[in-house]
């Protein structure tokens, strides 16, 4: 109340530390979930990948993103997801706090609210947590290399955890001797052990597992041609080839648009 705010006590106030980001860069907030190698586990995730659990990170992840204009995309990969905002956003006067927690709260309450929608019957037996930090990107050379960093990421884990857990369940080793057995081997190693031995070709394993899913705005015109509307769209793209990011360099600067978002994926399933 007024009474309250003109107080004697109101100095307490001034204790608030200033957490204003710099202007002009890219916000990239990550964040990433706490212990899911046991979390996982819990919940009986199918090993090395759980396409519920994925399917459910891109839906709380489009959530948060259909809430914040300023969000130009987002990439997600395992327990992970990176949401980045427009360079010149004024979300919150760029309250560090306020954004980390807020995008980190969104995602992580869609979580727990849509954990059903992808896992029916399998009960979610107690609330996760998710960790969360911001980064500033003040070149769109940064930028993109953070994006391919966290796609180098999980191809170069999707490549070993696809080849171990084959070891595991189908060659009869021990954990312990599919670690060995993979210990000191390149990416060339690996895929002959899977196409040698398990006729698997690599290259033919699901995108969303070789390369995580980046949500995008896509603008498309109106069916009366008048007014144009953004949808949100998942992808699987290859971020680590530059002729993606020339063909989506109005990724970085889109204007989003102010007509309501809707989701078109077919994560939704
Ligand atoms: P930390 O709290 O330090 O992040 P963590 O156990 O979450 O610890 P991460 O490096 O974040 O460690 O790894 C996440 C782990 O969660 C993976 O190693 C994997 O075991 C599990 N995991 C996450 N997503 C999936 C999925 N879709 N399918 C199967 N396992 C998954
Ligand atoms: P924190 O305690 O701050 O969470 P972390 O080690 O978990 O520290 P993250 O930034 O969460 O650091 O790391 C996410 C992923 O990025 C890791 O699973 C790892 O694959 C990779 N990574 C982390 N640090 C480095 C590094 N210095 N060089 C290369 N890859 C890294
Ligand atoms: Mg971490
Ligand atoms: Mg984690
Ligand atoms: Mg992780």
Known sequence: SSRMAKSSFEYVKSFEIEDVLLPNTWIVVRLDGKCFHKFSDDHNFSKPNDIRALKLMNYAAFIVINEFNDLLMAYGQSDEYSFIFKKNSSLYKRRAAKLLTTVNSKFSSSYVYYWSKFFGD????????????????????????????????????????????????????????????????????????????????????????????????????????????????????????????????????????????????????
């Open 122 to 269: 399998e009960k979610l037996k107690y609330p996760p947590t998710f960790d969360g930090r911001i980064i500033l990107y003040p070149s769109e050379e940064n930028l993109i290399d953070y994006m391919k960093w966290r796609q180098a990421d999980v191809h170069i884990n999707n490549l070993y955890n696809t080849t171990f857990w084959t070891l595991v369940l189908r060659g009869d080793l021990s954990p312990m001797q599919a670690k060995k057995r993979l210990c000191g081997t390149v990416s060339a190693d690996k895929n002959e052990i899977l196409f040698k031995e398990f006729n698997i070709n690599y290259n033919n394993e699901p995108e969303i597992f070789k390369r995580g899913t980046l949500l995008i705005r896509k603008t498309l015109p109106d069916a009366s041609n008048e007014k144009s509307y953004s949808i949100i769209v998942d992808t699987h793209c290859d971020m680590l080839k530059d002729k993606f990011w020339e063909e989506h360099a109005n990724l970085l600067s889109i204007k989003s648009s102010k007509v309501k978002n809707f989701y078109n994926g077919p994560i939704t399933e």
